[in-house]
Nanobody, 123 residues
Framework: QVQLVESGGGLVQAGGSLRLSCVPSGRTFSSYHMGWFRQAPGKEREFVAV????????YYADSVKGRFTISRGSARNTVYLQMNSLKSEDTAVYYCAAAQLSAGWAPGRYEYWGQGTQVTVSS
């Protein structure tokens, strides 16, 4: 069974930091573009960041640019999201996703999804 497993979420005060991890099982995703999305209660799932399969290109939502950093592990199979200067509006469930062809901001382009990890930022 192919899975993406997120971890690293939790409760943090505004201005703090968290590092999310996404670890695949069942297959390797080193040739996939990997993205992070988030969904707050009552809102649609929104794009956060994406990294190309090689790790050479990254793209961020304007709301997190300069505060969040997406990266891949040395084997390009694990993906991280370093989140700094967290704000209350960053509170959401964060999802990792994988896209084999073109990726980007649209959730429909991603074939595999994790179950999500909760991030709560207290003000």
């Amino acid at each position: 069974q192919v899975q993406l497993v997120e971890s690293g979420g939790g409760l943090v005060q505004a201005g703090g930091s968290l590092r999310l991890s996404c670890v695949p099982s069942g297959r390797t995703f080193s040739s996939y573009h990997m993205g992070w999305f988030r969904q707050a209660p009552g809102k649609e799932r929104e794009f956060v960041a994406v990294i190309s399969w090689s790790g050479g290109s990254t793209y961020y939502a304007d709301s997190v640019k300069g505060r969040f950093t997406i990266s891949r592990g040395s084997a390009r199979n694990t993906v991280y999201l370093q989140m700094n200067s967290l704000k209350s509006e960053d509170t959401a469930v964060y999802y990792c996703a994988a896209a084999q062809l073109s990726a980007g901001w649209a959730p429909g382009r991603y074939e595999y999804w994790g179950q999500g990890t909760q991030v709560t930022v207290s003000s």
